[in-house]
Every structure is written in structure tokens, then in C-alpha cells.
């Protein structure tokens, strides 16, 4: 599985931004997918995921600002992230699950300006 993440860029507080994650490959044993985070000096944070079956979870910090969706083939997942903050700033990493074996794309970084 190779995951290919695009969106990231700088925006102001209050903005909103679209992260894209597709994958390719062995796709069709993907049983999850969705976005962490990491911000500089601390760990890698769920962000939120989406299962195969339609069910998603959300970060607390996040939750009622960003929305979690993905396109009908279940190879593409969005992140829309609205009502930004700079403690948003992170680079964001998509991840796909197969099999109990994680994946994960290169990153693309989200900068909140205050």
C-alpha cells in the first residue's frame, strides 16, 4: 500500500483547510484510514480515523471542527479542517490499515498563523 497525502499549507487562525490522502496498491484489504499528527517535540496524536465500515473517531481537540470522509471506491480520505487554530500546526500524516499492519504516508505540513 502507498499512500500519497496532499493540502497541507499555511493558513490563518480561524481558516480552514482540505487534506487528501489516496492510496494505491493493495488496496482492497484496507480496513482503515485516516490522519495523526505531530507537532515538533511531542508524539505522533491520532487525529481521526474512518473504518471500512463507515464508522469514525475523533480526536477530542478536534472534534466539531474537523470532519473525517472518504470517496465511494474507499481508496481516498479527506480531512476537512475547519475553525483552525495555531495549536492545529503539525505535520500531518496519513494512515491506512491493512491487516493489522499500518501504513503511513509522507506527511504534509499544516502551519496556523495567529
Known amino acids: 500500500v502507498q499512500l500519497q497525502a496532499s493540502g497541507g499549507g499555511l493558513v490563518q487562525a480561524g481558516g480552514s483547510l482540505r487534506l487528501s490522502c489516496a492510496a494505491s496498491g493493495s488496496t482492497v484489504r484496507i480496513n482503515l484510514m485516516g490522519w495523526y499528527r505531530q507537532a515538533p517535540g511531542k508524539e505522533r496524536d491520532l487525529v481521526a480515523i474512518i473504518t471500512s465500515g463507515g464508522s469514525t473517531n475523533y480526536a477530542d481537540s478536534v472534534k466539531g471542527r474537523f470532519t473525517i470522509s472518504r470517496d465511494n471506491a474507499k481508496t481516498t480520505v479527506y480531512l476537512q479542517m475547519n475553525s483552525l487554530k495555531p495549536e492545529d500546526t503539525a505535520v500531518y500524516y496519513c494512515?491506512?490499515?491493512?491487516?493489522?499492519?499500518?501504513?503511513w504516508g509522507q506527511g504534509t505540513q499544516v502551519t496556523v498563523s495567529s
Open positions: 494512515i491506512a490499515r491493512e491487516l493489522g499492519r499500518n501504513y
